[in-house]
Nanobody
Framework: QVQLVESGGGLVQAGASLRLSCAAS????????MGWFRQAPGKEREFVAA????????YYSNSMKGRFTISRDNAKNTVYLQMDSLKPEDTAVYYC?????????????????????WGQGTQVTVSS
């Protein structure tokens, strides 16, 4: 049974940093491409960042590029999202996702349908 468990969310002030973690189990993590998405109240789920299985390729949403950094530690079965210079508009539930298909990911890394497994999410709230 695949499990993705996010942690590291919380309430911070604008300009602060947070590091989210997503611990994976029940899948071959080192073969899995991973992504982070977020969903704010009343809005659709949106792409944040993605990383391929060996960390050679990363993708970012344009609005977060330069502030957020995705990384992974295959020895720990964990993917991270370092978030710097947080803004109130970054307030959302952040989800990690795993792609178990392999094929097509490089063309669709920013699309939610590409991912097979999802975590329960962690809340990030940024106050002004």
């Amino acid at each position: 049974q695949v499990q993705l468990v996010e942690s590291g969310g919380g309430l911070v002030q604008a300009g602060a940093s947070l590091r989210l973690s997503c611990a994976a189990s029940g899948l071959t993590f080192s073969d899995s491409n991973m992504g982070w998405f977020r969903q704010a109240p009343g809005k659709e789920r949106e792409f944040v960042a993605a990383i391929n299985w060996n960390a050679f390729r990363t993708y970012y949403s344009n609005s977060m590029k330069g502030r957020f950094t995705i990384s992974r530690d295959n020895a720990k079965n964990t993917v991270y999202l370092q978030m710097d210079s947080l803004k109130p508009e970054d307030t959302a539930v952040y989800y990690c996702a795993a792609d178990n298909k392999g094929s097509g990911w490089y063309a669709s890394a920013q699309r939610a349908f590409q991912y097979d497994y999802w975590g329960q999410g962690t809340q990030v709230t940024v106050s002004s």
